[in-house]
């Protein structure tokens, strides 16, 4: 299962993605935590140095393309592929397993977890490039992604409505939007909602900083149904962000609902693989002709295997 955590800045959706990626891990479950977020503070958030971070997966583009690409036979060659380039028959799918090579090479352990990032901006990108030439690398190793039951993503995306640059917001089971209780964050709910819409995307939203029933009565009235639940001052996050980490039993009660409630909502997801699928080859079209078949000289829709569709039902076809 997928979630991402989306919000405005300063809304408390990085700090938000590590409590819910270290409940994961204290449950027992299998869990990828990834910072697709410009600010790369996930790591931090789950109590790991500087020094301590994986090698950044959008640094990497050239061996990631060419091991996903595999014999598949409608990509020749890495060059031709980008971010949407969809999996199909001899492409080699990426697993939450510690010995797969995407995890094993851009990926680190942390308290049960393991951590990804997409990487920060280097002088080199400063005034050439954008931040989405990383997080491509994501949507290219979501796609290829075989996810089992009782698995977990957790991403922490970029901030405000700037996903929808991309195909990558459709690549989860829920979004969460993480909100606090001002007209700002309402906002930005909102213009999530209105891009989203005509794509099959699971919206709920988490109260941030509620303090009390006017806070949480006004989500409530601004959202409506959307509203899943709501997290308020944390003693527990302040000490786990000095890096004094206690268990998760000693959270405070309110809040470890609500994590009990998000985690609810996500296993209630039955994802549709075949649904998942069209969504990446729609992307995949759409890119192909407003950009990328010019750029590269070739039509990139040949890459799309019209039997194939990525899921168990492969699996066990390989």
């Given at each position: 299962m997928r979630i991402a955590f989306v919000g405005k800045g300063g809304s408390g959706k990085t700090t938000l993605a590590a409590l819910f990626t270290r409940y994961l891990a204290e449950l027992g479950r299998p869990v990828l935590a990834v910072d697709a977020d410009i600010n790369?503070?996930?790591?931090?958030?789950?109590?790991?140095?500087?020094?301590?971070?994986?090698?950044?997966?959008?640094?990497?583009?050239?061996?990631?393309?060419?091991?996903?690409?595999?014999?598949?036979?409608?990509?020749?060659?890495?060059?031709?592929?980008?971010?949407?380039?969809?999996?199909?028959?001899?492409?080699?799918?990426?697993?939450?397993d510690p010995s797969d090579e995407v995890l094993a090479r851009h990926s680190v352990a942390s308290g049960g977890a393991r951590l990804m990032v997409t990487g920060e901006f280097d002088s080199e990108d400063i005034g050439v490039s954008c931040y989405h030439s990383k997080t491509g690398a994501v949507e290219l190793y979501l796609n290829h992604l075989h996810d089992g039951p009782g698995e977990y993503v957790v991403v922490d995306m970029t901030a405000g409505a700037d996903a929808f640059a991309s195909g990558l917001f459709t690549r989860f089971d829920l979004t969460v939007l993480v909100s606090e209780p001002t007209?700002?964050?309402?906002?930005?709910?909102?213009?999530?909602?209105?891009?989203?819409?005509?794509?099959?995307l699971e919206l709920r939203v988490v109260g941030n900083k509620v303090t009390d029933s006017t806070d949480e009565d006004y989500l409530?009235?601004?959202?409506?149904?959307?509203?899943?639940?709501?997290?308020?001052h944390s003693s527990w996050v302040r000490a786990a962000e000095r890096g004094e980490v206690e268990p998760m039993s000693a959270l405070e009660p309110h809040n470890r609902a609500a994590l009990d409630t998000i985690l609810a909502e996500l296993d209630a997801v039955d994802r549709d693989w075949a649904a998942y699928h069209r969504g990446t080859l729609e992307f995949h079209r759409r890119n192909a002709q407003a950009w990328a078949n010019q750029s590269l000289g070739t039509d990139l829709t040949t890459q799309i295997d019209p039997d194939y569709v990525p899921g168990p039902a492969a699996e066990l076809a390989v």
């Open positions: 790369q503070h996930l790591g931090q958030a789950l109590g790991l140095s500087e020094a301590q971070a994986p090698r950044a997966l959008g640094s990497d583009l050239p061996w990631l393309k060419n091991h996903l690409r595999g014999d598949n036979p409608r990509v020749p060659s890495a060059d031709v592929m980008i971010k949407t380039t969809p999996p199909g028959r001899g492409s080699r799918t990426a697993r939450l007209r700002r964050g309402v906002g930005v709910f909102r213009q999530y909602q209105a891009n989203a819409e005509g794509h099959p409530r009235g601004q959202v409506g149904s959307a509203l899943l639940a709501t997290v308020g």
